[in-house]
Every structure is written in C-alpha cells, then in structure tokens.
C-alpha cells in the first residue's frame, strides 16, 4: 500500500512562489496517476491539477491555470506542485492524492483512492 506525505507548504505574500512535494513510500509511484487537490476552512475540496503516470498528460482546475504546474519524478517517487503569482485565495491545505488509473489526470475526487495528510498553504495580502 503507498503512502503520501506532502510538505513545502507555507506562509508566503501575496505573488510569491511555492513548490508542494509528494513523496510516496511503500510502492512505486509509478503506477499511479496523481492528483492535486486543496480545501479551505467552510468550504469543498477543490480540483488543483492532476498528472498521469508517465507525465504526458496534465488536467488543471480553472482557477490556477497559467500559474499552477503540476510535474512527477517517478525515480524520485515523487509529484511537485510548483505554485507561482500566488493569491490569497489559494490559501488552503494541499493534498495529493493517487488513483490506480496510471492514464487517469481526473478531477473527480471519488476517482481517487490514497490520499495524504495535506500541508497547509497561506497566501497573505
């Protein structure tokens, strides 16, 4: 069974950049398709952006693209998020979460099966 840890989250300003890191342990990452998701205080877990297993095809919540790039390292078994022009309304924990789908870049969040236990991101004005 794989398990996911994200880090990298954190307070920043308003426009400044921040790289969330997957790791996986106990399976390849490989296997997977991947998916970034976010939730904020009162409100529903929101699509970020989703890779497949190989990393040729990516799927992006509408809000974060142009800014948001999702990419994956399978020999490092792990999955960034490099997030830039940040905003305040991108405050939220960050999960990542895997499907058993390696071609799948859904974001349908019942598609996923493993999640982490997120990171928190604040983004002040």
């Known amino acids: 069974q794989v398990q996911l840890v994200e880090s990298g989250g954190g307070l920043v300003q308003a426009g400044a950049s921040l790289r969330l890191s997957c790791a996986a342990s106990?399976?390849?990452?490989?296997?997977?398709?991947i998916g970034w998701f976010r939730q904020a205080p009162g409100k529903e877990r929101e699509f970020v952006a989703a890779i497949t297993w190989s990393g040729s095809s990516t799927n992006y919540g509408d809000s974060v693209k142009g800014r948001f790039t999702i990419s994956r390292d399978n020999a490092k078994n792990t999955v960034y998020l490099q997030m830039n022009s940040l905003k305040p309304e991108d405050t939220a924990v960050y999960f990542c979460?895997?499907?058993?789908?390696?071609?799948?870049?859904?974001?349908?969040?019942?598609?996923?099966?493993?999640w982490g236990q997120g990171t928190q991101v604040t983004v002040s004005s």
């Open positions: 979460a895997a499907n058993s789908i390696r071609n799948l870049a859904t974001s349908r969040v019942g598609a996923y099966n493993l």
């Open positions: 106990g399976r390849t990452l490989e296997n997977y398709g």
